[in-house]
């Protein structure tokens, strides 16, 4: 009996928890709403300071034939901007010693580098072909850059499950003339705001690509993350998973380690 107290006072701060989102949203515009609930995406995932990881790509044909590539990625989180990214290929033999370099911005155009160790020479992504597959996936350089809630404008939709959990439904529509996108539709799951799917539409407006979330670790009890990442074309058939191996976090990276002069001996 003297568990019935607690368990029902535990149960009674996640009501009023409840409650009080629910309250904070209410008497919001859509436009407000939208932003709100990606505000709130944005703060929980702030203070990671830095990571790396070990990921698989796989990338799979209209006909299901698929290649295998391994790769490193470290992040480093940038206080008052958008954080920065380091790609290294490892295998197979033809991608050895590709690297991809990415600063993001909040209010300018990122900066992004491939280096292609079969040219010897690092290229500059130009903005306006950010919407380029990277590394003939079907991510694309912008869906590589971090974030940033100044690179949308925000609309709450509704509520829908995905995945078996209850998520926000909100539409982003990118700021940059140079996106890709027209729009892209987002689930947040309700009790974590963890992205769980997003439909991008292209520029004719017509669905082109879903990207769904799956297998999320949490860390430092704190941030969570997806451990597969599946993007799927809808018009080319084609599909690329990311799948992490190993991740950690607060591993010492300083902004020294993101480097275009070194990008050509990035290891």
Same mark, same amino acid.
């Given at each position: 009996m003297k568990l019935i107290k607690p368990l029902a006072s535990m149960a009674l701060l996640i009501m009023t928890a409840s409650v009080s989102q629910a309250l904070e949203l209410a008497g919001k515009s859509p436009q407000e709403q939208g932003y709100a609930i990606a505000a709130e995406r944005k703060q929980r995932d702030l203070g990671w300071q830095d990571s790396q990881s070990s990921v698989i790509m796989t990338l799979r044909n209209s006909q299901g034939e698929e290649s295998i590539r391994e790769m490193r990625i470290k992040n480093l989180e940038i206080n008052d901007d958008g954080d920065k990214g380091l790609t290294i290929f490892d295998k197979p033999r033809d991608v050895k010693g590709t690297a991809f370099l990415s600063?993001?911005?909040?209010?300018?155009?990122?900066?992004?580098? +491939?280096? +292609?160790?079969? +040219?010897? *020479?690092?290229? *500059?992504?130009?903005? *306006?072909?950010?919407?380029?597959? %990277?590394?003939?996936?079907?991510?694309?350089?912008?869906?590589?850059?971090?974030?940033?809630?100044?690179?949308?404008?925000?609309? %709450?939709?509704?509520?829908?499950?995905?995945?078996?959990l209850d998520c926000y439904k909100i539409e982003q529509i990118p700021t940059d003339k140079y996106s890709g996108y027209t729009r892209q539709v987002v689930w947040l799951d309700k009790a974590e705001f963890r992205a769980q799917k997003v439909e991008f539409y292209d520029r004719k407006k017509s669905l082109l690509k879903t990207l769904t979330f799956s297998d999320y670790q949490q860390y430092l009890d704190q941030y969570w993350r997806p451990l597969l990442m599946s993007m799927v074309n809808h018009q080319t058939k084609k599909s690329t998973d990311l799948k992490t191996l190993t991740l950690e976090f607060k591993t010492g990276l300083k902004d020294s380690d993101f480097n275009k002069a070194t990008l050509k001996r990035a290891r």
């Open positions: 600063f993001s911005h909040i209010n300018t155009a990122d900066d992004q580098w +491939l280096y +292609l160790p079969a +040219l010897k *020479r690092v290229k *500059r992504i130009a903005s *306006r072909n950010k919407s380029g597959p %990277f590394m003939g996936s079907e991510f694309s350089y912008e869906d590589l850059s971090s974030f940033e809630l100044e690179k949308y404008q925000f609309t %709450f939709l509704g509520e829908e499950t995905v995945n078996g």
